[in-house]
C-alpha cells in the first residue's frame, strides 16, 4: 500500500493479525529504511492467546529531513509453524506544495460514534476546495466521495484553516480507508492519504 504524506503529518495505521489470516499468532514490524520516531502500540512481538485476535496502532510522524524519501514498514505475521505472510506500507514524503497540511486524522470521538475525518491546513495557496474519498478497499481512483458538494477552501497562504467531514454511514465492525483531495483554482488536485479506521 502506498501512502503520501507531508512533514509534521502524523501517518497512523491499526493492523490486525486477522488481516493476515493468521489471527492467532504473532504480529512483527520492521523497516526496511528506517526513520526515526516510528512506533507500534502495544510494542512488537507479542503473542495472544489462541482465538483472540491481536491488535496495534502504527504511528509515524515524518520531519523536514524525511522530505523525498519513500519509506517502507514491512508488517509480518508468523504462526507456530512459521508460516508467514505480510504487508508493505510504502510512505512517501513530499515537500510543501500548494496545500500544507498541518494535521489529518480520521476516527471516532467515541465508541459507535460516526467517523470523522479532520485536517487543518497551516496554508493554502490557490486552493479552491476538498474532496473526501472513502472505500473499502485501497482502489482511491474507484472510490466514491463522502461530500455531496465540494467543500470550500477557506485558507490562504498567510492563514491556517480547519475542516472536518462526518462519515455517519461506517458500519460497525468494518474497515475502511480514507483520502482527502485538494483541487486548485486551475483544477490541478493533490491527494492524501489513506487513513484507515476500524468502525467500533
Known sequence: MNITTQAGVPVVFPLQASDFDLPNDQLLLHWNNVPAGGSVNPPTPYQAPPGIDINAVFSWTPTLADVGQTFTAVFVVFDSENHTTKCDLNITVEGPMAVELADFTAGQDEVG????????????????????????????????????????ATGSPFEA????????????????????????????????????????
Open 161 to 200: 484553516a480547519s475542516y472536518a467531514k462526518l462519515d455517519r454511514k461506517a458500519e460497525l465492525g468494518k474497515v475502511y480507508h480514507y483520502w482527502l483531495e485538494a483541487v486548485d483554482i486551475f483544477g490541478e488536485s493533490q491527494v492524501f492519504g489513506p487513513l484507515t479506521v476500524l468502525v467500533r
Open 113 to 152: 460514534g460516526p467517523v470523522v475525518v479532520r485536517w487543518d491546513t497551516a496554508s493554502e495557496i490557490d486552493n479552491a476546495y476538498f474532496n473526501v474519498y472513502r472505500a473499502e478497499d485501497f482502489d482511491q481512483e474507484h472510490a466514491p466521495t463522502l461530500n455531496s458538494f465540494p467543500i470550500i
